[in-house]
């Protein structure tokens, strides 16, 4: 039975969040500017399953958070200028006024509260553009690293944990961890792990390494995984760590043990 990941680091009360609470939720607006995030994007789609409700008021969020994230000068499609020129619309048909204003007078107020309007609507949309723009501009988001020939880095990942990169080979991860961010990083080639304990044993808390159809979930643990074309070899000097493979039950190494998988295993592994 293939294996499936669930995110459950947060357990905020999303179902009553405001649009503009959802765009500026770290955790909601990652799985929107990085799909391919796969614990993420399993944690959202389970979320959205248990509540439909909630559909609408997230597609909304997400199209705000990606016109926002558009670079400088792009413009806005038809359809979305269509859409804030019918919110807009929308907000001024509803509006009422205090008293009866003769017709002249009734003009001059509606362009200034057209005008209230507009400013209004722009000024949530430069507000949440330069938000975004703050935590997940150049200097934000993913870090990708690579090695050449003969070239080995050792690298401090966020939570502390120390990682050797052997050559030719490549690694990528957030460049910041904390309690929405699970800690994963994404393995192509060879590399060698001295993972930080948490107390914390909770599955959203485990350190992971991805790569490609196998996964290795640590707490505290040094190890060292391989990638090869036909295989991947994970060999375990201290702690113990699940390795999970698709479309097998997981396994479990314990010290001074190793394993080689298939890239795309045909029969059960031990």
């Given at each position: 039975?293939a294996?499936?990941?669930?995110y459950?680091?947060?357990n ?12 500026l939720?770290?955790?909601?607006v990652?799985?929107?500017?990085h799909?391919?995030?796969d ?9 959205l399953?248990?509540?439909?409700d ?5 597609e909304?969020a997400r199209k ?21 020129w ?8 509803t509006m ?24 209004a ?7 949440i ?5 703050m935590?997940?501009g150049p200097n ?5 690293i690579?090695t050449?020939?003969?070239q080995?880095r ?10 050797t990169?052997?050559?030719n080979s ?17 393995l ?11 107390n914390?044993?909770?599955s959203?808390?485990l350190?992971?390494v991805?790569?490609?159809?196998l ?12 990638q ?6 994970v060999a ?5 760590v ?19 998988i ?7 592994l031990?």
């Amino acid at each position: 039975m293939a294996y499936t990941k669930q995110y459950n680091a947060v357990n905020k009360p999303y179902a009553d969040y405001t649009i503009e609470e959802l765009t500026l939720d770290d955790l909601f607006v990652r799985w929107v500017q990085h799909p391919d995030d796969d614990e993420v994007a399993a944690y959202w789609q389970i979320w959205l399953t248990q509540n439909p409700d909630c559909i609408e008021k997230v597609e909304t969020a997400r199209k705000i958070i990606l016109t926002c994230s558009q670079p400088p000068g792009t413009p806005l499609s038809t359809e979305e200028i269509s859409s804030v020129w019918g919110r807009i619309r929308v907000s001024l048909q509803t509006m009422e006024d205090v008293r009866p204003l003769l017709p002249d007078v009734r003009i001059v107020v509606g362009w200034w509260y057209f005008i209230r309007t507009v400013a209004a609507a722009m000024g949530v949309v430069l507000l949440i553009g330069w938000a975004l723009w703050m935590q997940y501009g150049p200097n934000q988001g993913l870090s990708t690293i690579s090695t050449l020939d003969n070239q080995t880095r050792e690298l401090k990942l966020p939570d502390n944990s120390i990682m050797t990169l052997y050559p030719n080979s490549s690694v990528r991860y957030a460049r910041q961890w904390n309690d929405e961010t699970p800690r994963a990083v994404w393995l192509h080639g060879e590399a060698e792990f001295f993972v930080k304990h948490r107390n914390d044993t909770s599955s959203a808390r485990l350190f992971r390494v991805h790569t490609g159809d196998l996964t290795i979930e640590a707490l505290g643990t040094a190890f060292r995984v391989r990638q090869q074309p036909r295989s991947t070899s994970v060999a375990l000097t201290s702690g113990s760590v699940n390795l999970l493979v698709k479309h097998h039950n997981p396994v479990r190494l314990q010290p001074g043990e190793w394993i080689e998988i298939p890239t795309s295993p045909t029969k059960s592994l031990p």
